[in-house]
């Protein structure tokens, strides 16, 4: 995966998005996703975690519970998260900025019962 352009000339990044633990029931019980992301956000800085999280919820996300992803605009506790392969803890959580080819998996590790 590589960086490309849009329509608009626009460089998007293209990255692989997996859900994990019940997640995908909020993405249309769709596991896997292919996504292209502009690289810049709109205020002209790197595309990080943070946009990836914010456009999951406003262009991905199909089910109107995005309180069970997100609360106050962040990441909801409990949630997992691995940037090809590594805790994001380690790679600067949502101000990790995303690189063409990134594989971010988003785990829940809440369990109802």
Avoid at 61 to 79: A, N, S, Y
Avoid at 86 to 97: F, S
Wanted: hydrophobic residues 40%.
């Amino acid at each position: 995966m590589a960086t490309a352009a849009d329509s608009n000339g626009a460089k998007q990044l293209a990255i692989a998005v997996e859900f994990s633990g019940g997640l995908e029931m909020l993405f249309s019980d769709q596991r896997h996703h292919s996504l292209a992301l502009p690289s810049e956000d709109k205020d002209g800085r790197a595309s990080n975690i943070a946009f990836l999280i914010d456009h999951l919820c406003q262009h991905v996300m199909k089910d109107t519970r995005q309180e069970l992803f997100v609360v106050d605009g962040h990441l909801r506790p409990g949630i997992l998260v691995l940037i090809n392969d590594t805790d994001w803890e380690l790679e600067g959580e949502e101000a990790y900025e995303l690189r063409p080819g990134d594989n971010i998996l988003f785990v829940s590790t809440l369990h109802g019962g």
